[in-house]
């Protein structure tokens, strides 16, 4: 059974940092996309960024390249999305997420709150 819980959300200033982690548990296969979402109450999920598990390629959306970056830690099945220059437009829920492509995802965490103050 896979899970993923993801965390280190939290309330943070424009212009400052944050890193999410996703610690999964179960199998993670070097084919498999780790990806991170973010949502608001209400609207429709955004895809911010995905890495490919084995090979560690990377893609992002455009609202944040430059300013967050996804790696994986695989001995701690672990996925990080460090976050920096935040903007008050980056406040969300992020989860992360498990698939099989970068437009197939199966598994998900419970989100994790960003609150970015102006």
């Known amino acids: 059974q896979v899970q993923l819980v993801d965390s280190g959300g939290g309330l943070v200033q424009a212009g400052g940092s944050l890193r999410l982690s996703c610690v999964v548990t179960?199998?993670?296969?070097?084919?498999?996309?780790m990806g991170w979402f973010r949502q608001a109450p209400g609207k429709e999920r955004q895809f911010v960024a995905a890495?490919?598990?084995?090979?560690?390629?990377?893609v992002y959306a455009d609202p944040v390249k430059g300013r967050f970056t996804i790696s994986r830690d695989k001995a701690a099945n672990t996925v990080y999305l460090q976050m920096n220059n935040l903007k008050p437009e980056d406040s969300d829920i992020y989860h992360c997420?498990?698939?099989?492509?970068?437009?197939?995802?199966?598994?998900w965490g419970q989100g994790t709150q960003v609150t970015v103050s102006s």
């Open positions: 997420s498990l698939g099989r492509g970068i437009s197939e995802y199966d598994y």
């Open positions: 179960g199998r993670i296969y070097s084919s498999n996309v």
């Open positions: 890495t490919r598990w084995g090979a560690g390629n990377s």
